[in-house]
């Protein structure tokens, strides 16, 4: 038994650590994104949560009376804020441009009832030190410790429905850019998916939490939970969730790289490298194996609606990616259809305006004009070489 103590303890210290270095990483690395920002809070609670844990039992906080005074003042165990850090991390990781601003810290006020022991603490020092009271006075009735004992109980319910309710919108905030296929959501099918990862098991956590809490807030088994299992049924698994978060979360935050893209009103985009990848791809596909170049009509509204992709992803990715408009990205495959036909001998019947238009081509001024942009010679020079090529 004491060695299963010991591992279960060291698996706790290892999270901590891990939680307090990675949250470091994040919160000051030079390429680090807002995203980031808010993982790092995020992370950096769940460690410090941890810590406290790991330090109560090793019995840290028993070396002195400061130490107890410390324990007692220091909020270590801050639960509220993680919901709203969840649900603003996803908000901010499919819009870079999200920021946390002053109508989105409202969701942090309910952090009173976290700070609620170490108030009543304070307050109860102050009290000692001016001689309103004697020390082991009684509060409410009640001997301070026993009262903040029973207030953590009860106070362990409205954190796990807040993380929980937060969690319910991050999932619909995820399924109604999907629904509405937001241009924030587009091209990111590997982040949507590390999103998605992070919202299950931060939920398999939850239920953890949830199947330990039942009986923990009942008077009769609160005694019985403490002594029989401690916190380790929960706190291996934030332990492994600090650690899954960690390498996960600071993978994921550096998959975003900034380009810059010159616009009309000097603005810039900021898209994940996996989009852009994603989004090529799709581009590729259509053109080389749909074939979409030979569509006269086509536009950018109908590339977007068969690559369901939006227009203004494909806009961004095109001119700032792949360094051309949408027009010579599309004619640069009919211009090479074009290259291939003529010289196919089974097509010397047609005219070079008849070739064009069978390669996309919906006028003839056009095709000339994008084939010697592109070739730097007329479709007519080009044929004459091409004849006297031996």
């Known amino acids: 038994m004491t060695f299963l103590t010991g591992f279960l303890k060291t698996i706790i210290l290892l999270g901590t650590v891990q939680g307090f270095i990675v949250s470091t ?41 400061w130490t107890r005074v410390l324990e007692a003042i220091v909020p270590m165990v801050i639960v509220m804020p993680m919901g709203p850090l969840i649900f603003f991390y996803i908000r901010s990781f499919v819009d870079p441009q999200f920021r946390i601003s002053g109508k989105e810290r409202v969701h942090f006020y309910p952090i009173i009832i976290d700070l609620v022991p170490q108030i009543m603490a304070l307050i109860y020092i102050v009290a000692l030190i001016s001689g309103a009271i004697k020390p082991n006075s009684l509060v409410f009735g009640f001997n301070l410790g026993t009262l903040i004992d029973d207030y953590n109980v009860y106070a362990d319910i409205p954190r796990w429905i807040s993380i929980t309710a937060y969690l319910i919108f991050s999932i619909r905030f995820l399924n109604d850019l999907k629904r509405k296929n937001d241009p924030a959501f587009a091209g990111q099918t590997l982040n949507v998916r590390w999103l998605r990862q992070f919202v299950r098991l931060f939920l398999v956590f939850q239920a953890i939490w949830f199947i330990y809490l039942v009986p923990y807030v009942i008077p009769k088994y609160t005694d019985f939970m403490l002594s029989k299992f401690d916190w380790y049924p929960v706190y291996i698994p934030l332990a492994i969730l600090i650690y899954w978060l960690g390498i996960k979360g600071y993978t994921a935050g550096n998959n975003y790289v900034f380009i810059p893209a010159k616009k009309s009103n000097g603005a810039t985009t900021n898209l994940p490298i996996q989009s852009i990848k994603e989004t090529v791809l799709a581009l590729t596909h259509a053109m080389e194996k749909d074939k979409l170049y030979l569509d006269p009509s086509l536009n950018l509204q109908v590339l977007s609606k068969h690559i369901v992709i939006p227009s203004k992803t494909i806009s961004a990715v095109l001119n700032q990616h792949v360094h051309k408009s949408f027009n010579e990205f599309v004619n640069e495959y009919r211009i090479n259809d074009f290259k291939g036909k003529l010289q196919d001998e089974s097509n010397e019947h047609l005219t070079i305006a008849g070739i064009a238009f069978e390669c996309g081509f919906n006028s003839l001024a056009t095709f000339q004009r994008a084939f010697k942009q592109a070739t730097g010679v007329s479709p007519s020079e080009f044929r004459d070489a091409s004849i006297e090529i031996p």
């Not at 808010?38 to 941890?50: D, V």
């Open 25 to 65: 990483l994040l919160f000051s690395s030079k390429k680090s994104v807002y995203s980031n920002r808010i993982l790092s809070k995020l992370i950096f609670l769940m460690a410090l949560a941890s810590f406290k844990l790991y330090a109560s039992l090793q019995g840290w906080f028993d070396y002195s009376g």
